[in-house]
């Protein structure tokens, strides 16, 4: 098998070589003035396995059209099996209709990654497990749960509560609070407008309790924020631990999560660490 990196995140792909002890592919990505993204594949593909690890994160369609891009040279190489690495799945929110006129787009996105030849996906931590039915191909849908438990679990003050911050993220919080051998509350976070939301309801006892807030991703840090705010109010411990497999931190998320009461903050390397120089931030390869 031959594994290659896309551009959005070499420190995750090579961590796997260094895991599977093989060396990178030999390719080369390069974007033209116009912002068209060339790829080319430096050695011969035929008739092996190929693995791309390419999140498709931050600048999304730069990093989805490479992936797309990649798996075409690698079908047009010959390729035997062409298998997507792809840790965080962009465009994962848009999995259903909100009865406007609005497309799906993860649905969307699982046509294009079938229609270049990508014969299997394997990513992490879904958005909503449901999307693997957007495919025909097999999805192999990992989750960092377990890592991130075993990095933690020296790591938090004693009588800590699992914060899911809205319904959709329970199951995980609840799988994080039976590893940690703690019990889980959830949030009733309501969509204001496009990128507003609020808490209305803490449903669960937080009083003088520490918190660990789980998500699948940080994007803005708007959800860590409005939920710190929501738990203070109801009583909870200023003691703050955050863990969410994608972190995205777009625009001024830092800014937002600059709450004195925030600890931790740990998210996976799915994504390439945008900013390193932040004391708070720590990332847990899944590499492994
Ligand atoms: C929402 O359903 C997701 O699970 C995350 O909670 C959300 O996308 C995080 O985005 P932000 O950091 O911009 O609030």
């Not at 060396?23 to 190929?50: I, M, N």
């Not at 990654?113 to 958005?127: E, F, R, S």
């Not at 976070?189 to 940080?218: A, H, N, Y």
């Not at 411990?237 to 740990?266: D, Q």
Request: charged fraction near 20%; hydrophobic fraction near 45%.
């Amino acid at each position: 098998f031959i594994l290659l990196a896309g551009t959005a995140n070499p420190g995750l792909a090579n961590a796997i070589a260094q895991e599977l002890g093989v060396q990178l592919g030999a390719c080369v990505t390069e974007r033209f003035p116009d912002g068209e993204v060339a790829v080319q594949l430096l050695e011969s593909v035929r008739h092996k396995t190929v693995f791309i690890v390419q999140s498709t994160s931050p600048p999304v369609n730069d990093h989805l059209v490479e992936l797309l891009a990649f798996a075409d040279a690698c079908r047009r190489a010959a390729a035997s099996q062409i298998v997507a690495i792809v840790p965080y799945f962009g465009y994962a929110r848009s999995d259903k209709r909100h009865g406007r006129r609005e497309p799906i787009s993860a649905s969307m996105v699982a046509e294009l990654i079938q229609v270049v030849g990508i014969n299997q996906v394997i990513t992490l931590d879904l958005h909503a497990p449901q999307i693997e039915g957007f495919f025909r191909i097999p999805v192999d849908s990992l989750t960092a749960v377990p890592t991130f438990c075993e990095a933690l679990r020296d790591r938090l003050p004693p009588d800590l509560v699992v914060v899911s911050p809205d319904i959709g993220r329970l199951e995980m919080a609840t799988h994080y609070a039976q590893q940690l051998n703690t019990s889980a509350i959830v949030l009733h976070k309501q969509r204001k407008s496009g990128t507003e939301t609020e808490v209305t309801r803490v449903i669960g006892d937080v009083r003088d309790r520490p918190c660990l807030i789980i998500d699948d991703m940080i994007s803005t840090g708007g959800t860590i924020a409005r939920g710190i705010e929501a738990l203070l109010n109801a009583g909870a411990r200023a003691e703050m631990t955050v863990a969410a497999t994608h972190g995205l931190f777009v625009k001024n998320a830092r800014a937002k999560l600059a709450h004195g009461s925030i600890r931790a903050i740990f998210v996976s390397d799915s994504v390439s660490p945008s900013d390193l120089d932040w004391p708070q931030l720590h990332v847990v390869s899944i590499a492994p």
